[in-house]
């Protein structure tokens, strides 16, 4: 059972773009992260959102945490070929003091940006 | 900043071969994970262990094991490789504070494919 579910799986747009990736579940997260992968590395961390409705800003990537922290979307500014990479959002769940920091991990959205 | 290391980046094994996985941090982090990546599966959770000695199944365990003997160092073991078990390996570790926002800090992986 998937418990987090991105859109889109793959996104290919053109330099100077806007474009939305969003992450859907149907259970409450105490957090939720973002991370992106490029090939042959491992995910890097982007940020993390704990409250409802939070917004968080890094540069041109603005990142929002559902009110009811059940889903969270990153959207991107005028994208550029250095943001192409797989998109990760991962969340932990809130069940009591034995979660011990697991991630869910969602399948990751594929972005490429053309020059 | 921390460093998570896996020992290889790329290794082919044969079918029925016992194969380590090595991953070691450098910032005295209690837990640690490891996790498997396939195209459209997202990141799977094979185990975790929230301390020295200590480990907890994910989602995924059959046909591996693990080993923390060191704070530092967490192995992955496939008792008996298969080729079904190719994949992308990456191993994380995370710092326990109080809270909820602290991220994973990734190892670079380590593709194995089983012949």
């Known amino acids: 059972t998937q418990l987090l579910e991105q859109s889109p799986q793959f996104l290919s747009i053109q330099e100077g773009e806007n474009l939305t990736v969003y992450c859907n579940s149907s259970?409450?997260?105490?957090?939720l992260q973002w991370y992106r992968q490029e090939p042959g590395e491992g995910p890097v961390l982007l940020v993390t959102?704990?409250?409802?409705?939070e917004v968080k800003k890094l540069k041109r990537l603005t990142f929002q945490f559902g009110d009811a922290r059940k889903d969270s979307s990153l959207h991107i500014t005028a994208a550029q070929p250095g943001d192409t990479g797989l998109y990760l959002c991962a969340g932990k769940i809130n069940a009591g003091g034995t979660s011990y920091g697991k991630l869910t991990f969602g399948q990751g959205t594929i972005l490429t940006v053309h020059p | 900043d921390v460093k998570v290391t896996q020992s290889s980046r790329y290794l082919v094994k044969r079918t029925g071969e016992k194969v380590f996985l090595e991953c070691v941090q450098d910032m005295d982090h209690e837990n640690m994970f490891w996790y498997r990546q396939d195209p459209g599966l997202g990141l799977r959770l094979i185990y975790f262990s929230y301390d020295v000695k200590m480990k907890e199944k994910g989602d995924i365990p059959e046909g591996y094991s693990v080993s923390r003997e060191k704070k530092e160092r967490f192995s992955l073991i496939l008792e008996s490789a298969s080729t079904n078990q190719t994949s992308m390996y990456l191993c994380?570790?995370?710092?326990?504070?109080?809270?909820?926002?602290?991220?994973?800090?990734f190892g670079s992986g380590t593709r194995l494919t089983v012949v």
């Open positions: 959102v704990v409250t409802g409705g």
């Open positions: 994380a570790s995370r710092l326990v504070k109080t809270g909820t926002g602290d991220g994973y800090t």
């Open positions: 259970s409450v997260f105490s957090s």
